[in-house]
């Protein structure tokens, strides 16, 4: 198991596009372990490779149904419907907001073998989906946001960060409850 440190709000790979992987090596497989991991061990439901540092189009989400989704190349298709929903992100920890997603997505995305394949999602595992996609191309769930609310957002998120030097947190192995 290995865990990398997360990069918060305020480092720039966060707002990088992630390049595409093209065929899957070992390289890739171990970015995907490891983003599982990391995810788990952070409590989250999804995670983008550029939140641990790696600007590259890959990332996981796994939001309890037992169906884990590793997201690699990922291209939303087809979506339907639109609802508005509470996000949180492993990037910008207590900070959260109301976002507009598709109730419904068909993402297409690359499998181990690198074959392009299928995923179809709906509500919170579509919307894990669509928020992590957002992170490839450099967007956060704040972006989404009316401007009064995410100023609102960044004020409190500088509160909480005021004191705090760098833009990375490191995880335990065993996940911290707050
Ligand atoms: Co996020």
């Given at each position: 198991m290995s865990l990398r440190p997360l990069h918060?709000?305020?480092?720039?790979?966060?707002?990088?596009?992630?390049?595409?992987?093209?065929?899957?090596?070992?390289?890739?497989?171990t970015l995907v372990r490891d983003l599982f991991d990391t995810m788990r061990a952070a409590e989250g439901v999804g995670l983008a490779a550029n939140q641990i540092g790696v600007p590259r189009r890959v990332a996981v989400v796994d939001v309890g149904d037992g169906d884990p989704v590793t997201l690699i190349d990922p291209v939303v298709v087809e979506q339907f419907g639109k609802e508005r929903g509470e996000e949180g992100c492993l990037s910008i920890p207590e900070l959260y907001g109301e976002v507009d997603r598709a109730t419904r997505v068909v993402v297409e995305v690359t499998d181990a073998e690198g074959a392009r394949t299928r995923v179809e999602a709906t509500d919170l595992k579509a919307r894990a989906i669509q928020h992590e996609i957002d992170h490839l191309d450099g967007v956060l769930f704040i972006d989404h946001l009316s401007p009064l609310k995410r100023r609102l957002l960044l004020n409190k998120w500088r509160r909480l960060?005021?004191?705090?030097?760098?833009?990375l947190k490191?995880?335990?192995?065993?996940?911290?409850r707050d």
């Open positions: 918060l709000l305020g480092s720039p790979v966060l707002r990088e596009r992630g390049v595409e992987v093209g065929s899957v090596d070992a390289e890739v497989e960060r005021k004191g705090a030097s760098g833009y490191e995880l335990d192995a065993a996940p911290v």
